[in-house]
């Protein structure tokens, strides 16, 4: 796992950039595409409106000119010059302007905004649109294109006026884009949905790798648990065999006494895995009384008075809660306390200084236990109700356990609808505040 892991990080990490470099060369290629098709299409579509346009002045009917003073072929008779009319005298602007759109829908291009002109070769404007002069001299972001307006000058007279349809696509990169927004919207969210899926496989493999490790560390500790009072049962046997030990009803009755003792140290440790057991299966059932909590922990404090003595130890109460009844299962809350208690005494050194308070708020029995122990990192405190979970002791290298009694302490408290906090300094001790709903008549 340790090998594997960081090839596997490498592995991903090279795919999704690989994969990001290419959707962006497509995405680029996929611009210059469109920017291509959005030229050929609005070339089509001007040159059909140009054509059009053309055709229908075309077809109209030329206008007459007199020329005042010209050569007479006759008394009366006047050489007369025809010409045809122009854009301006055949269409309004609004019609040039629904001709370019109907254009533009048939070719698809129905959503795209554009400013045009009619004006004739020498640039000379008959009319143009409203946001048209303000757009002709952006020539960096704007397309402009122009059309002439083609007409058939067979038996017109001696002049022929020649327009120009001039269009202009203001701002031709965004609305290129604006037409690709659904397809990059939809890039950036698959994008995003394997980035999401490779932090997800990332943070299952290091969850795995705590597991795994959490694990080892259970089955090591497991096998210290059972290995001590197994050997320690083995040498009683062994000197319960000797003659001298059984011909000494005393010395027979110690060791038997060492038997029993170790059998029942082994029997607490059985009954801790199972009862892990049971609450990873299931939630805790409560057996729910009315408990007074002082006379509780002065109960369970008296049962460590040999652990105290051999640590030079003592436990201070200060327990000034004015209510102290609570609704709870007397058995888990008790072996709650008694978890906290032997926690401190187990971090702690000689000589061993722990206390206990309580006060209550309108509602909550308040309880802290505090110890001048080894303290714990503020990673520890994070992980400290995790199960199989043990705090690294340093130097101190007597305490024992399988890392299950702070998560039964949580699930005990979770149960009773409390609250725990921790707080812990490296060197200085740890205190740990449960909060717990008070019994009210």
């Given at each position: ?30 611009m210059?595409v469109t ?35 010209g ?13 045809q009319?122009?854009?301006e ?7 040039v ?7 533009f ?29 303000q ?19 067979d ?6 006026t ?13 609305q ?17 949905i394997?980035?999401?899926a ?7 493999l ?5 597991l ?8 090591n500790?497991m096998?210290?648990?059972?290995k ?15 003659p ?47 408990i ?8 369970v404090a ?20 004015s ?24 971090y702690s ?49 007597n305490?024992k ?14 149960a ?26």
């Amino acid at each position: 796992m340790k090998r594997t892991f960081p090839i596997i990080v490498i592995l991903i990490s090279l795919s999704l950039l690989g994969l990001f470099l290419l959707q962006a060369s497509w995405f680029d290629n996929l611009m210059e595409v469109t920017k291509s098709q959005l030229s050929e299409k609005i070339n089509a579509g001007g040159v059909s409106v140009a054509n059009d346009i053309g055709k229908s002045t075309r077809s109209s009917q030329p206008l007459r000119l007199n020329r005042r003073g010209g050569l007479l072929l006759g008394s009366e008779l006047q050489i007369k010059l025809f010409r045809q009319p122009t854009v301006e005298e055949r269409f309004t602007m609004e019609e040039v302007r629904e001709k370019i759109e109907k254009e533009f829908e048939r070719v698809q291009l129905g959503k795209l905004k554009f400013e045009f002109a009619i004006s004739d070769v020498e640039g000379n404007y008959e009319f143009y649109s409203p946001g048209y002069e303000q757009e002709f001299w952006d020539t960096i972001n704007n397309k402009r294109n122009y059309y002439a307006i083609l007409r058939d000058t067979d038996n017109l007279a001696f002049t022929e006026t020649n327009e120009v349809l001039i269009i202009i696509v203001p701002d031709v990169e965004n609305q290129v884009w604006a037409s690709l927004r659904w397809i990059l919207v939809g890039a950036i969210t698959f994008m995003l949905i394997i980035i999401a899926a490779f932090y997800v496989t990332v943070k299952t493999l290091l969850n795995q790798k705590k597991l795994s490790q959490i694990k080892s560390d259970f089955i090591n500790n497991m096998t210290h648990e059972f290995k001590t009072p197994l050997a320690t049962i083995s040498l009683a046997v062994d000197a319960l065999r000797t003659p001298k030990v059984q011909a000494n009803p005393e010395k027979g009755a110690y060791f038997t006494n060492i038997i029993k003792e170790e059998n029942i140290r082994m029997n607490k440790h059985v009954e801790t895995i199972l009862q892990a057991a049971f609450l990873e299966k299931q939630e805790l059932n409560l057996n729910l009384s009315k408990i007074d909590v002082h006379e509780m922990i002065q109960e369970v404090a008296s049962t460590f008075a040999l652990q105290l003595n051999d640590k030079n130890g003592k436990i201070d109460f200060l327990l000034n809660a004015s209510n102290d009844l609570i609704s709870g299962d007397d058995a888990h809350f008790r072996n709650m306390i008694s978890n906290l208690i032997d926690n401190a005494i187990k971090y702690s050194q000689d000589p061993v200084h722990i206390k206990i308070s309580t006060h209550s708020t309108k509602n909550h029995l308040v309880i802290r236990i505090e110890d001048n122990g080894i303290g714990m990192s503020k990673e520890s405190v994070k992980r400290v109700f995790e199960k199989f979970y043990r705090a690294h002791t340093g130097n101190l290298h007597n305490v024992k356990g399988f890392g299950l009694g702070m998560s039964y302490v949580k699930t005990v408290i979770d149960a009773h609808k409390g609250k725990i906090k921790v707080d812990s300094v490296v060197g200085k001790g740890t205190s740990f505040t449960v909060e717990v709903p008070l019994m009210h008549d």
